[in-house]
């Protein structure tokens, strides 16, 4: 019986050593994890993503959008590197300038995770972007109180939205809840529902009312 099962054992297919392997495959991930290679995928992203922004604030034609734009990680603050030197948002003036950056910004990082595939859900909201605007106590639903170089800026606000949902072929989803009512196709063309006169509220009457 010993010789018959010792037989059995001898002549059984041996589990092949795969220690060597695996440190092979091990090396190999951690040279491709490494902090340089990480960097240069970081720095080449953002190159990309700065190029994006660059070209939304010419678009919208923001203060400096005549030089490079850049994000700042280190900051979290959006950069123009200007001839006298770098301009961070925050010393740049107006409304219009820090509305226009950030919507550059949003929209050029979607579009970069939208081009690659990122596990980032392909949507954006944006709460009343001309609300820069409007005077700061105005209560109105109209559009007087808008200048005429207001309303193209918002525009330019619009088509530049209009225009990075087309670049996406339609994979990134924008939702603008917007006081505003302007006439031109590329917004009112996208208007799903008007909530004046008691019509169309984004929240319905009947979730709040006895």
Same mark, same amino acid.
């Given at each position: 019986?010993?010789?018959?099962?010792?037989?059995?054992? $001898?002549?059984?297919?041996?589990?092949?050593?795969?220690?060597?392997?695996?440190?092979?495959?091990? $090396?190999?991930?951690?040279?491709?994890?490494?902090?340089?290679?990480?960097?240069?995928?970081?720095?080449?992203?953002?190159?990309?993503?700065?190029?994006?922004?660059?070209?939304?604030?010419?678009?919208?034609?923001?203060?400096?959008?005549?030089?490079?734009?850049?994000?700042?990680?280190? =900051?979290?603050?959006?950069?123009? /590197?200007?001839?006298?030197?770098?301009?961070?948002?925050? $010393?740049?003036?107006?409304?219009?300038?820090?509305?226009?950056? =950030?919507?550059?910004?949003?929209?050029?990082? =979607? $579009?970069?995770?939208?081009?690659?595939?990122?596990?980032?859900?392909?949507?954006?909201?944006?709460?009343?972007?001309?609300?820069?605007?409007?005077?700061? /106590?105005?209560?109105?639903?109209?559009? *007087?109180?808008?200048?005429?170089?207001?309303?193209?800026?918002?525009?330019?606000?619009?088509?530049?939205?209009?225009?990075?949902?087309?670049?996406?072929?339609?994979?990134?989803?924008?939702?603008?809840?917007? =006081?505003?009512?302007?006439?031109?196709?590329?917004?009112?063309?996208?208007?799903?529902?008007?909530?004046?006169?008691? *019509?169309?509220?984004?929240?319905?009457?009947?979730?709040?009312?006895?």
């Amino acid at each position: 019986m010993f010789l018959e099962n010792a037989e059995r054992y $001898e002549i059984a297919p041996r589990t092949p050593d795969l220690r060597e392997e695996m440190r092979t495959a091990i $090396e190999n991930l951690e040279e491709a994890l490494g902090d340089d290679i990480q960097t240069d995928r970081v720095n080449s992203s953002l190159s990309l993503i700065n190029q994006k922004i660059s070209e939304k604030a010419q678009a919208l034609a923001l203060e400096h959008s005549d030089a490079p734009a850049r994000l700042d990680l280190r =900051h979290l603050s959006v950069v123009a /590197d200007t001839r006298v030197g770098p301009v961070p948002l925050n $010393e740049m003036g107006g409304g219009q300038n820090w509305l226009g950056y =950030h919507l550059a910004t949003m929209l050029s990082l =979607h $579009e970069w995770f939208t081009d690659h595939d990122r596990p980032v859900p392909q949507i954006l909201i944006f709460d009343q972007p001309s609300q820069v605007y409007f005077p700061a /106590d105005y209560k109105g639903t109209a559009l *007087q109180p808008f200048q005429e170089s207001d309303r193209t800026a918002l525009l330019r606000v619009y088509q530049t939205i209009a225009d990075t949902i087309n670049a996406s072929n339609g994979s990134l989803q924008v939702i603008a809840m917007e =006081h505003a009512d302007l006439e031109q196709p590329v917004f009112n063309s996208a208007v799903i529902q008007r909530w004046r006169d008691g *019509q169309g509220a984004l929240v319905p009457a009947d979730w709040f009312t006895p």
